[in-house]
């Protein structure tokens, strides 16, 4: 098995430049580099979306923007936040990873896995086209129903509706054909030696999500197609007086929507013991024990939906169901914090960015974590619902667990890729402010809805007024701070310091066996791991 | 792990048809919205025909795109680049992608199911003295409390269902027994028996063109004689969505059959290689099985 060489077309050996390189391109490393440049510009338009919201939200009354705008902003914001930068950043390190990770030549479907990033361009456009439209006087915008697409708001709205339902199908089928690729790629494509027990978390974590992909995306899908039936083709799904029920929508939604959480956040956790292990320079713990509470959480997230819509009604054996389902999914969870803890227990550690990032984020996503526990639980749930509350809950679980933890990753394997070291010093400057604006951010958001600030609303009570004012100014910190990650991409991208084969002195896999950065072909010859 | 006596892994040239077949999706996709927009904003009616327009420029995008990406795969197969391992790939992602597919269907299923145990018999539950539904009957199939109109003529409640026992069953039997012709015609390519395999690929091929003229027969009664449209209600909804999608998936897997009866034609494959045969009698199955989902709870129970 030692000489297994990768075979190519004639005309590959030369591949094309410029822009036909990038439109053509089978190679997982390209790909992967066009998701995560994808995934950074999306991160910032999304992100000028809601530091709109914040300014808005500065003070009471309206100042910038009506209603209606105020709501498109919010929707197009989620979306582009999880469909447009927080998934395709973490397809953009399985598609430079896992191939690493595992000693394979390349993704296994390569053709496939390049139209699943050219997908995702045209659905950017789906979701940004109705707001310029409207400037021309077509339609009234983007949906303006939050991302979530509840009948009959939705039903009733205008063109950004149909333009949100494609833009979904649209990444709905680069998903599925990313898990497709990743499916294949873990199951056929392993180095000699490299059992399932054996893999990286990283990869654990990438093949429970796309198992999750493919249950849940084709749902969302289907349950959109419902909705544009309702919309144009005189169906009563989701209206009553055809037999249908708005509250059902909610539920096929929310089939998709609860596992999409664990979806963002079960790459970033196969990140988190890898970097601990790396700068504590000890195995990690409990590797057996991490890969069961995986699947533990994958499993469970497809059976506990409905606890994002328990004020909707429902009979109360169902909401006890739903309470302790949501509730046992933190049991998991805790033995992977455990775990993580104790790796770094006694290590000899050193506090490089990623590492700062990964202490940081095991904090704040405690703190998203147990946020959620509180609710869950059904009695309390009604006063934190359509709160403040939530909003912060899910921003510290997919702001500092979804893109803290990416950033991790990217400064963890940034020297890889490119083969330059990163600047260190800017590093740690990008992760102080944003760890510090985050929390002035959102922590004042937690204290908003326990005060019964309500979400999606443009205006509020002058009560609440101090702490708008003290988040609005934190976002705005937050939201520029991200420009030293962006300055600090391009430099290393353009030179620097080499890095060597190893990067960090603990680091431990086979991708670190490659040179930095590694030649275009992976592992021409596959290795193979004891 | 990679087990296997073969080891060298193909990595395809690069191809620019997938990114063709991304904005040929975007045309259609805006075309679409264009041409239907008049229906929340009569001010949007002039954009009905430019919408059209990109909705066929898509299409023409998409399709010529799809035949030239399977053109190179198949070229790519008979000059013998997949070997044991590139094959074991296809496998893998033909079940994971039929996976998919199960995953879809059930969104469909799962709105039947729920309309059928919970929304209607909920709607049924009013106080006859507050509801102004008072005909309402909530049994299924319904078409919900707001009735719908046959012929012209305003019907509260129940409607008509299609009958299982007609031109259902006989779907039925030719699906089924299409499912047996493909696995003889696979026998016969297995035992590279090329009549056998040809004789048993045409008549699964007859069988779903078969059963997509009586689909359309029974949609053409629904429409013209029962009154029952996509209009009707929760069973109408579920009814032609279902059934509609699952017509569709048989719409594709005949054009795949008959891409795969000629490729038998041209002696495309070997008993030992002959994955494209293979994916598409597994998707056939597939849609085989939907069907008798189909046929128990939208039609008979």
């Known amino acids: 098995m030692s000489t297994i060489t990768v075979v190519h077309h004639e005309e590959h050996a030369e591949h094309p430049t410029g822009i036909i390189r990038w439109l053509t391109t089978t190679n997982h490393k390209d790909i992967g580099t066009m998701y995560l440049t994808f995934a950074l510009i999306m991160f910032f338009v999304g992100g000028a979306m809601i530091l709109g919201i914040r300014a808005e939200l500065f003070k009471p009354g309206l100042q910038l923007m009506n209603p209606e705008f105020f709501n498109q902003l919010i929707g197009v914001h989620a979306l582009i936040m999880i469909f447009a930068a927080l998934m395709p950043a973490a397809t953009g390190f399985a598609n430079w990873m896992i191939p690493l990770q595992i000693g394979a030549p390349d993704m296994a479907l390569p053709r496939l896995n390049n139209w699943g990033f050219w997908l995702l361009p045209p659905s950017a456009i789906l979701l940004t086209l109705p707001f310029t439209l409207a400037l021309f006087g077509i339609g009234d915008g983007a949906l303006a129903t939050g991302w979530t697409f509840y009948p009959p708001l939705s039903i009733q709205g205008g063109i950004g509706v149909d333009f949100a339902i494609f833009a979904v199908h649209l990444l709905g089928i680069s998903s599925v054909l990313g898990s497709i690729n990743i499916i294949v790629t873990v199951f056929n494509m392993r180095a000699p030696g490299m059992t399932l027990m054996k893999m990286p978390m990283f990869v654990w974590g990438w093949l429970i999500t796309a198992f999750l992909l493919i249950a849940t995306i084709p749902v969302l899908a289907g349950a959109v197609t419902m909705l544009l039936t309702d919309r144009h083709f005189g169906t009563h799904f989701f209206d009553a007086a055809g037999g249908g029920d708005p509250i059902m929508f909610q539920h096929l939604f929310w089939f998709f929507g609860h596992p999409e959480v664990y979806i963002l956040l079960l790459p970033v956790w196969g990140f988190i013991p890898q970097i601990l292990e790396t700068f504590s320079r000890k195995p990690m713990y409990g590797y057996k024990a991490q890969v069961y509470s995986f699947w533990g959480v994958g499993v469970l997230s497809v059976v506990v939906w409905a606890h994002h819509f328990f004020t909707s009604g429902m009979p109360v054996p169902a909401l006890l169901y739903f309470m302790y389902s949501t509730m046992a999914i933190s049991l998991p969870l805790a033995v992977m914090f455990f775990c993580w803890i104790k790796t770094m227990w006694k290590g000899s550690m050193s506090f490089e960015t990623p590492m700062l990032f990964t202490v940081g984020w095991i904090i704040l996503f405690g703190i998203g974590g147990l946020t959620g526990l509180v609710l869950a639980d059904v009695a309390a749930d009604a006063q934190y619902h359509n709160s403040y509350f939530i909003v912060a809950h899910f921003h510290y679980t997919l702001f500092a667990g979804g893109i803290m933890g990416i950033m991790a990753g990217t400064y963890y394997w940034l020297p890889k890729m490119t083969g330059h070291m990163y600047s260190e010093k800017l590093g740690k400057l990008h992760f102080w402010l944003t760890a510090i604006s985050f929390n002035l951010t959102f922590i004042p958001q937690f204290f908003l809805g326990l005060a019964g600030m309500p979400r999606r609303i443009p205006d509020y009570a002058l009560q609440f007024a101090e702490f708008n004012m003290i988040s609005t100014i934190a976002a705005f910190i937050l939201g520029l701070s991200q420009l030293l990650f962006v300055y600090n991409i391009v430099t290393c991208a353009r030179g620097g310091k080499k890095a060597t084969a190893q990067v960090w002195e603990g680091a431990q896999g086979l991708e670190w066996t490659l040179p930095s950065p590694p030649p275009y072909h992976s592992f021409t010859e596959q290795p193979t791991v004891k | ?301």
């Open chain 2, 1 to 301: 792990m990679a087990t296997h006596s073969n080891n060298q892994y193909y990595v395809p040239h690069g191809s620019i048809y997938p990114a063709i077949i991304a904005a040929g999706l975007l045309s259609l996709a805006s075309g679409f919205i264009f041409s239907v927009a008049t229906d929340k904003s009569k001010d949007l009616a002039y954009l009905q025909t430019p919408g059209k327009w990109m909705m066929v420029l898509g299409a023409v995008l998409i399709l010529s795109m799809v035949f030239k990406w399977m053109g190179t795969v198949i070229t790519e197969s008979v000059t013998g680049q997949f070997k044991a391992w590139e094959d074991k790939s296809f496998r893998i992602g033909m079940i994971v992608f039929i996976c998919s597919e199960v995953a879809f269907f059930a969104a469909f299923f799962g709105a039947l199911f729920y309309m059928r145990v919970f929304s209607v018999p909920e709607l049924g539950g009013y106080d006859l003295d507050i509801t102004p539904y008072k005909d309402f009957l909530a049994t299924w199939p319904s078409s919900g409390p707001g009735g719908m109109t046959v012929s012209g003529e305003f019907k509260p409640g129940k409607l008509q269902p299609m009958a299982a026992w007609g031109l259902p069953a006989i779907n039925t039997a030719l699906l089924l027994s299409s499912g047996a012709t493909i696995t003889w015609a696979h026998w016969g390519l297995i035992k590279n028996n090329r009549k056998q395999l040809i004789i048993g690929m045409a008549l699964t091929v007859a069988l779903g063109i078969a059963f997509l003229v009586c689909q359309a027969t029974e949609y053409h009664e629904a429409y013209t004689e029962m009154g029952l449209t996509l209009r009707s209600g929760a069973y109408g909804a579920s009814f032609f969505m279902l059934t509609g999608f699952h017509g569709f998936h048989v719409m594709l897997g005949t054009i795949m059959l008959i891409v795969i009866l000629l490729r038998c034609m041209k002696g495309h494959f070997t008993p030992e290689h002959h994955f494209g045969f293979e994916g598409v009698a597994w998707y056939w199955h597939f849609v085989d099985v939907v069907w008798l989902g189909l046929f128990i709870f939208v039609y008979w129970l």
